[in-house]
């Protein structure tokens, strides 16, 4: 009886990972106020990805499908991947990206599980549960040392997009770390050859650290979306860079981006695509340095999202590289580097999903930036950010400071009020309020890092329950849009 209520349970897991496909409401495309993402019927879509760069090089099969698994249970929707990191490329089974240069005309061969036939395999699993990839084209590295030329970028753009077009789980990212001055129009033709036979799926470009793809590309008519990469530095470390594009000591203020990538008009939507790495050192190459923690990664997650991002993307040290017992590591001391599958239960990429539940748990697409809520703000680790709609507010605090919160700034003449931990999602209702300037002060109960949001609501609303104790998974649902009209 016990055998078959487990094969019962797995057989209803199974139907509902089904039939929680996010593209059966439609294609993902950008939203009508050109700062977030949704699906056609007009369902939101909260860009939430881990950083998986070597998945389709070091990653067989099973673990490829094992990684994919925890993604999805920790709420991601999102893998970046590195599609080729070489010219050629080569997987775990030894096998090539490239057999002929930029000529796939060949490719699939006959009785051999090849490159690409492994990446079509992560892919279409990758969509079993529900999960996009981000796919890198080829590194910027590759392309600044001139291993893609504007004619290979032809060829391989046409192969790419042929291979992929059909597939409902692909988001295109030109760039890898790498600026958009250098060698434009190789990134101009692989977007513009892809685009033009993959009209369906969107496309964004990854910029080097400390800088936006709005640099570059924002009137771009294949860009759909921009990323900025915050990076992995502290604050004050400059590291000698002459050309500095941030203002000193803002290094890890990566709230600012936002509003620095909608200076550039035409307004799309934008995300942190490479914050600070979870048990990455700080300022990366210098394995005596502090690590990054969760409380870090989290902080830079809450920053950027509440300033205005359509989501974010978390990375971990181990994780985007695939690290194995043996495998050396390009970041820190191969002694103390854990594998990607350890990494798998840190703390911070089990945590992001918090941030997820707690911004589709509110009317989503008229949500904004407001910090004319918060008098008397802080600087740094002591500043405060906030969010809102019409009827709800949300306050991250990082170090659990008093926060003076104007509850005027939305609607209603009471205010029921929450604390939600960042680190485990969990609720405290704190009560009802009158509507006007309050101090809130949160008492933490351990000695480290305890950052959470003050969660305000119009009292007569009822996204919450006084006695939640937890966001749910389904969140706020605002009515979708009949496909078939």
């Known amino acids: 009886m016990k055998r078959l209520t487990s094969i019962l349970g797995l057989l209803l897991l199974a139907i509902g990972m089904q039939a929680a496909k996010p593209w059966s409401h439609g294609v993902l495309k950008v939203a009508d106020n050109q700062r977030y993402l949704q699906f056609a019927d007009g369902t939101p879509f909260f860009w939430l990805a881990d950083t998986g760069w070597l998945l389709p090089e070091r990653l067989d099969r099973s ?147 400390r800088y936006t793809s709005a640099r570059w590309w924002s009137k771009a008519a294949w860009l759909d979306f921009h990323m900025f990469q915050s990076g992995h530095r502290r604050y004050g470390q400059r590291m000698g860079n002459a050309d500095y594009p941030i203002p000193d000591n803002t290094e890890e203020d990566n709230w600012m981006y936002v509003d620095s990538t909608w200076a550039h008009k035409p307004i799309k939507p934008v995300l942190d695509a490479e914050p600070s790495y979870e048990d990455i050192p700080v300022g990366l190459h210098d394995a005596n340095e502090a690590r990054w923690k969760d409380y870090d990664v989290r902080r830079y997650a809450y920053w950027s999202v509440f300033a205005g991002s359509c989501g974010h993307t978390y990375g971990h040290n181990a994780i985007m590289q695939m690290l194995k017992p043996g495998y050396p590591t390009s970041y820190g001391d191969a002694g103390d580097v854990k594998t990607w599958y350890q990494a798998l239960n840190d703390p911070g990429f089990n945590q992001m999903q918090y941030l997820k539940r707690l911004i589709l748990s509110f009317p989503y697409f008229e949500r904004v930036a407001d910090q004319s809520v918060i008098e008397d703000n802080g600087e740094k680790y002591n500043r405060l950010i906030a969010t809102r709609g019409n009827d709800y507010l949300l306050v991250y605090n990082y170090n659990s400071n008093a926060m003076r919160l104007n509850l005027t700034k939305i609607s209603g003449d009471k205010k029921k009020v929450w604390w939600m931990s960042a680190a485990n999602g969990q609720l405290r209702y704190l009560g009802e309020y009158e509507n006007k300037v309050m101090t809130f002060r949160y008492h933490p109960q351990t000695t480290g890092i305890e950052d959470g949001v003050l969660i305000a609501v119009d009292a007569s609303k009822d996204y919450l329950k006084e006695d939640q104790q937890q966001l749910s998974d389904d969140g706020y649902q605002p009515k979708a849009r009949d496909l078939n009209e």
Not at 127 to 142: E, F, N, P, T
């Open 63 to 209: 673990e490829a499908e094992y990684y994919l698994q925890r993604c999805a249970k920790a709420g991601y929707n999102v893998i970046q991947v590195q599609t080729i990191d070489g010219v050629p490329a080569y997987n775990i089974y030894g096998q090539p990206s490239n057999i002929d240069g930029w000529n796939f005309q060949h490719i699939d061969r006959k009785g051999v599980y090849g490159y690409w036939d492994h990446m079509d395999y992560i892919i279409d699993q990758a969509a079993d549960k529900g999960i996009y990839i981000g796919m890198v084209c080829i590194w910027g590295g590759l392309v600044k040392a001139g291993k893609l030329s504007v004619e290979d970028a032809k060829r391989y753009g046409t192969f790419l997009a042929n291979r992929y077009k059909n597939k409902p789980n692909i988001i295109w990212i030109m760039g890898g770390d790498i600026q958009g001055n250098i060698r434009p129009e190789v990134w101009e033709t692989l977007a513009t050859t892809i685009k033009a036979i993959d009209k369906n799926h969107l496309m964004t470009y990854h910029p080097r650290g």
